[in-house]
């Protein structure tokens, strides 16, 4: 049964040099791991922490979704907020931090190629 049959929704997240890409439910379960042959050359400790992390930013890109999905439903405001479902500017300032952290490149969808 896939994720879309149970009522959840799919995020995706890459890795600044695009060379690890995830997709997860809202709840952050990886349904697809892609890892280029050159990343497996990382200490194990670093590609695994790197790996949950894009986890967690795919969960929390679905959540948004959902978040999306239940106020055009009529749910107010503040109940989504009770319900931790992140908003947009909330999640796009915890990605520029933890960028930041990881001293990764901000992504950006104006970028027009890869760095």
Same mark, same amino acid.
Not at 55 to 61: F, H, I, M
Not at 85 to 98: H, I, K, Q, S
């Given at each position: 049964?896939?994720?879309?049959?149970?009522?959840?929704?799919?995020?995706?997240?890459?890795?600044?040099? #695009?060379?690890?890409?995830?997709?997860?439910?809202?709840? *952050? %379960? $990886?349904?697809?791991?892609?890892?280029?042959? /050159? +990343? @497996?050359?990382?200490?194990?400790?670093?590609?695994?922490?790197?790996?949950?992390?894009?986890?967690?930013?795919?969960?929390?890109?679905?959540?948004?979704?959902?978040?999306?999905?239940?106020?055009?439903? #009529?749910?107010?405001?503040?109940?989504?907020?009770?319900? *931790? %479902? $992140?908003?947009?500017?909330?999640?796009?300032? /915890? +990605? @520029?931090?933890?960028?930041?952290?990881?001293?990764?490149?901000?992504?950006?969808?104006?970028?027009?190629?890869?760095?």
């Amino acid at each position: 049964m896939s994720a879309s049959e149970l009522g959840l929704l799919v995020g995706t997240a890459e890795s600044a040099t #695009g060379r690890i890409s995830v997709e997860t439910t809202e709840l *952050g %379960l $990886p349904l697809s791991v892609v890892v280029d042959r /050159a +990343e @497996l050359q990382r200490h194990p400790a670093d590609l695994a922490a790197e790996i949950v992390r894009l986890c967690r930013q795919s969960a929390n890109r679905a959540r948004l979704a959902r978040r999306a999905d239940l106020a055009e439903a #009529g749910v107010a405001h503040d109940v989504l907020n009770r319900m *931790g %479902l $992140p908003t947009a500017d909330g999640l796009a300032l /915890a +990605e @520029l931090v933890e960028e930041t952290e990881y001293e990764y490149a901000p992504w950006s969808w104006l970028r027009s190629g890869r760095d």
